[in-house]
């Protein structure tokens, strides 16, 4: 059944899967506006259950369905993140949501970030309902999604092959597989690695509006420490604190953007240390982190994908300290690109001690830049988003060949395994 035959327009519905964070917001938020500004009778929808997503600013022709919120516990179940009722009825509700606004928005392309089935596969029926009228659906992956050996279990517990063959015409990849290829060591048919496209990783620039914020201590240029949306980055923080703490020469100032979901005490007690420096300064959050990484004379973070994409893209030298738990992804990805000099690594050790710290934040000035690597390709993850959605909407309902034998450049294509 086809509901959108005569639409001058064309229509975008992505899926983002979020739980707690920043990191799948922000991606989708960049694909979506690269492709409105880039076609001018597109229209993009995001189905979000981030709680802030309404404190970023989406261009003309792109909006946004806020789904309520579940939050993952530390033993790996869910909970509702601010409904005071039992999560199966908060994920009935997501579901429902989800699928009543992809049967009314009739979308001519569904993207999915990163969850094939989405959260607790609360997008399967989105997906059976979609395959039925021929929308091509895409799968959306980050460069690194996990080591193997935890993927694979999760993956088998999800079920989540299959999915990849029954609903999905192609896998953007949003990374180079000579950096990092996310279904490596996984046993997938060879019909669905056929139809993986390494897009390259999407490039950044400065809003149109990017005046950016006014400090109130310190003065450019500084040194940038963000820790994404800060639920888990207070060791980096305080590390960082207690080297400037103990080393009062050090030759640049800090600009440390805590994150909107670390917790208030925790903020709190970093923002009174800050205030007894007089060369850190603290803020909460920014959506504009663009501006102010383009400012930093380096950069120090824990290695998130989108965060790596701006380092790459403001030529920025970085200080990637990696974590370790729950996934792996973000060492994985940090010791890559420092094995090829994109960046600088640091791990910690469980000690932290401030002098570490110290010396590394001396030296890092001194990096080379990630532009003195040459990897082509590396920031052409907008160019080619643009191009493969322009192809699958090219080809339409009509055209499709679901989760078949569908093709993708050979310059994009992944690797034979």
């Given at each position: 059944?086809?509901?959108?035959?005569?639409?001058?327009?064309?229509?975008?519905?992505?899926?983002?899967?979020?739980?707690?964070?920043?990191?799948?917001?922000?991606?989708?938020?960049?694909?979506?506006?690269?492709?409105?500004?880039?076609?001018?009778?597109?229209?993009?929808?995001?189905?979000?259950?981030?709680?802030?997503?309404?404190?970023?600013?989406?261009?003309?022709?792109?909006?946004?369905?806020?789904?309520?919120?579940?939050?993952?516990?530390?033993?790996?179940?869910?909970?509702?993140?601010?409904?005071?009722?039992?999560?199966?009825?908060?994920?009935?509700?997501?579901?429902?949501?989800?699928?009543?606004?992809?049967?009314?928005?009739?979308?001519?392309?569904?993207?999915?970030?990163?969850?094939?089935?989405?959260?607790?596969?609360?997008?399967?029926?989105?997906?059976?309902?979609?395959?039925?009228?021929?929308?091509?659906?895409?799968?959306?992956?980050?460069?690194?999604?996990?080591?193997?050996?935890?993927?694979?279990?999760?993956?088998?517990?999800?079920?989540?092959?299959?999915?990849?063959?029954?609903?999905?015409?192609s896998i953007w990849v949003?990374?180079?597989?000579?950096?990092?290829?996310?279904?490596?060591?996984?046993?997938?048919?060879?019909?669905?690695?056929?139809?993986?496209?390494?897009?390259?990783?999407?490039?950044?620039?400065?809003?149109?509006?990017?005046?950016?914020?006014?400090?109130?201590?310190?003065?450019?240029?500084?040194?940038?420490?963000?820790?994404?949306?800060?639920?888990?980055?207070?060791?980096?923080?305080?590390?960082?604190?207690?080297?400037?703490?103990?080393?009062?020469?050090?030759?640049?100032?800090?600009?440390?953007?805590?994150?909107?979901?670390?917790?208030?005490?925790?903020?709190?007690?970093?923002?009174?240390?800050?205030?007894?420096?007089?060369?850190?300064?603290?803020?909460?959050?920014d959506s504009n982190l663009?501006?102010?990484?383009?400012?930093?004379?380096?950069?120090?973070?824990?290695?998130?994908?989108?965060?790596?994409?701006?380092?790459?893209?403001?030529?920025?030298?970085?200080?990637?300290?990696?974590?370790?738990?729950?996934?792996?992804?973000?060492?994985?990805?940090?010791s890559k690109a420092s094995?090829?000099?994109?960046?600088?690594?640091?791990?910690?050790?469980?000690?932290?001690?401030?002098?570490?710290?110290?010396?590394?934040?001396?030296?890092?000035?001194?990096?080379?830049?990630?532009?003195?690597?040459?990897?082509?390709?590396?920031?052409?993850?907008?160019?080619?988003?643009?191009?493969?959605?322009?192809?699958?909407?090219?080809?339409?309902?009509?055209?499709?060949?679901?989760?078949?034998?569908?093709?993708?450049?050979?310059?994009?294509?992944?690797?034979?395994?």
């Open positions: 059944m086809e509901m959108a035959s005569g639409r001058k327009d064309r229509r975008i519905l992505i899926y983002s899967h979020d739980s707690f964070g920043l990191g799948h917001l922000r991606r989708c938020r960049e694909i979506a506006h690269t492709l409105v500004e880039r076609r001018k009778n597109l229209s993009v929808l995001i189905l979000s259950g981030s709680p802030i997503i309404g404190s970023f600013d989406f261009r003309t022709r792109v909006d946004f369905v806020r789904i309520p919120g579940v939050i993952k516990l530390r033993n790996g179940d869910y909970t509702s993140l601010a409904l005071h009722i039992d999560v199966e009825q908060t994920m009935a509700i997501r579901t429902s949501i989800i699928e009543h606004t992809a049967r009314v928005y009739d979308p001519d392309l569904f993207l999915v970030d990163k969850e094939p089935l989405g959260l607790r596969g609360e997008v399967e029926s989105t997906l059976a309902l979609l395959k039925e009228r021929g929308t091509p659906c895409i799968l959306g992956l980050r460069d690194v999604m996990d080591d193997p050996h935890l993927l694979v279990p999760e993956w088998e517990r999800k079920n989540v092959v299959p999915a990849l063959t029954s609903y999905y015409d949003y990374g180079l597989p000579q950096i990092c290829d996310p279904l490596e060591g996984i046993e997938i048919p060879a019909s669905v690695r056929k139809r993986m496209a390494f897009t390259g990783y999407l490039g950044r620039k400065l809003p149109r509006r990017s005046g950016g914020r006014l400090l109130k201590k310190i003065s450019e240029p500084y040194l940038l420490i963000t820790v994404g949306g800060g639920g888990d980055g207070e060791e980096i923080v305080d590390w960082v604190l207690r080297a400037y703490e103990s080393d009062r020469k050090l030759p640049y100032p800090a600009l440390l953007v805590l994150g909107p979901f670390m917790a208030s005490g925790l903020q709190g007690d970093f923002e009174r240390r800050a205030q007894a420096l007089p060369d850190v300064e603290t803020i909460t959050f663009e501006a102010l990484m383009d400012k930093a004379i380096g950069v120090v973070c824990m290695g998130g994908y989108n965060t790596f994409c701006e380092v790459l893209s403001f030529d920025k030298r970085a200080l990637v300290i990696p974590r370790t738990e729950p996934r792996l992804e973000q060492f994985i990805r940090a094995e090829l000099g994109l960046v600088g690594m640091l791990l910690d050790d469980g000690e932290r001690k401030a002098r570490t710290m110290a010396t590394a934040l001396r030296a890092l000035p001194q990096q080379p830049l990630p532009s003195d690597v040459v990897v082509p390709g590396l920031l052409d993850g907008r160019d080619n988003v643009t191009k493969l959605a322009r192809q699958w909407l090219r080809r339409g309902r009509d055209g499709l060949a679901i989760a078949g034998g569908s093709e993708v450049p050979a310059a994009m294509a992944a690797p034979r395994s």
